[in-house]
């Protein structure tokens, strides 16, 4: 019976540190957005000249927004880049946009790869190779095809390439667009996204996601190049580690990443998230153990529990003030991250909140329950550790 009594105390006392611990992720992540997030860019003269950009843009396919999203890239008010678009083969859409931009913008030096070069599994590294190998600047800037730049965005994001950092990582979060599928992405990446993301940064936890993240190519080349990475789908986090393993640093810019993918859905959204899930399960498995209680209602109901356990407390009364102040916090660190009040109202975004939290626990259920990762056309199965195998399509008779 002791025993018994032990056992149910402790994991009383286990839930309990664990509830305190988010709140005080909450407080410092949303202290340090304050702090962090939307600093205004320096625009006067440099002492000494900004150094040159390599973009390296890997595209696959077209959508509605493909077209202004690569504008912005031509637009933008940096002293020194180029523009690398990288295409795996001649017959994709994306050769013709990319194109007509290069003629609307000559003054722009661009160029275009096609075809890609095979060192790996993880098909974002073999498109990205060709264009890498003959990068000339010091500087590599790898943005995904979803992201709008602001004109200063890849000058924040230099400023903060100090002598001893050599990733610039942007937070993800989403541009503004219509429709719940966007008001459920908003308020994902605004959210739960943002409050990991800020204080693992704080923290000094690598949470480096390559999206749009500014490199400083010599410390790459010392962990091996960007080929070195091709057997990982998760490229960013282990060239993170590899990098910092050898005493450089990483910061977050001041400005968020904008995804403006063109075709948004709730379960476009959820597949993404799902692959992400899968990928943390793989390179970090106590993920699978720690990461439900990050969620506002596992970690609700078990520090009710836990309350009335240790304290005498009322749980059902607990855990709706749980909820109550967990969503008054995240709808600040929302209006943080977006520097001011979202496109929508406070019931479209009580409604993704709501949303987003339930769903949240399938999500991680899901990716337990099928390791396997689809990525666009391809399927893959990774290794404890990271490591990926593509799998090979089923033949049908």
């Known amino acids: 019976m002791i025993p018994i009594v032990y056992t149910v105390y402790g994991f009383a006392i286990f839930f309990m540190i664990a509830w305190i611990c988010l709140w005080l992720i909450h407080i410092m992540a949303l202290s340090y957005s304050k702090w962090k997030l939307h600093r205004t860019v320096d625009r006067s003269a440099p002492e000494q000249p900004y150094l040159g950009v390599s973009i390296l843009k ?46 609307k913008y000559p003054q722009v030096a661009a160029r275009l790869f096609i075809g890609g070069m095979c060192v790996g599994v993880n098909p974002k590294i073999n498109n990205m190779q060709p264009a890498y190998s003959e990068a000339k600047y010091p500087l590599v800037l790898v943005s995904d095809s979803g992201i709008r730049m602001r004109e200063d965005t890849l000058l924040d994001m230099v400023q903060h390439m100090t002598e001893n950092v050599a990733i610039v990582h942007q937070m993800p979060f989403a541009y503004d667009a219509e429709g719940f599928a966007a008001v459920y992405e908003k308020v994902y990446f605004g959210t739960a996204q943002a409050r990991l993301y800020l204080g693992a940064d704080f923290l000094g936890i690598n949470c480096h996601v390559g999206m749009s993240s500014l490199i400083r190519r010599c410390a790459l080349e010392e962990a091996g190049g960007l080929a070195a990475f091709g057997d990982f789908l998760a490229e960013d986090y282990f060239m993170a580690k590899a990098v910092v393993s050898r005493g ?26 799902k692959r992400w899930a899968r990928l943390r399960i793989a390179m970090v498995p106590t993920t699978a153990l720690l990461e439900p209680l990050s969620e506002c209602l596992p970690l609700g109901a078990g520090a009710a529990w836990a309350a009335g356990q240790l304290l005498g407390a009322e749980p059902l009364p607990f855990f709706l003030v749980h909820v109550l102040v967990w969503f008054l916090s995240d709808w600040l660190m929302l209006r943080s991250v977006q520097n001011g009040s979202p496109p929508f109202t406070k019931v479209e975004f009580l409604l993704g909140w709501v949303w987003s939290e339930c769903c949240a626990p399938f999500v991680l259920a899901a990716a337990l329950l099928n390791p396997e990762i689809s990525w666009r056309t391809r399927s893959y199965r990774l290794d404890w550790g990271g490591r990926a195998h593509e799998l090979k399509p089923k033949l049908k008779f």
């Open 248 to 273: 450089w640093r990483m910061r977050v810019a001041s400005l968020p990443a904008l995804q403006n993918s063109g075709d948004k859905s709730v379960g476009a959204l959820q597949a993404r998230l």
């Open 58 to 103: 890997p595209l696959t396919g077209v959508d509605p927004n493909l077209f202004s999203n690569l504008e912005t890239f031509f637009t933008m008010n940096y002293p020194t880049y180029e523009l690398l678009f990288c295409v795996e083969g001649e017959h994709d859409p994306a050769v013709m946009l990319v194109n007509s931009l290069m003629q």
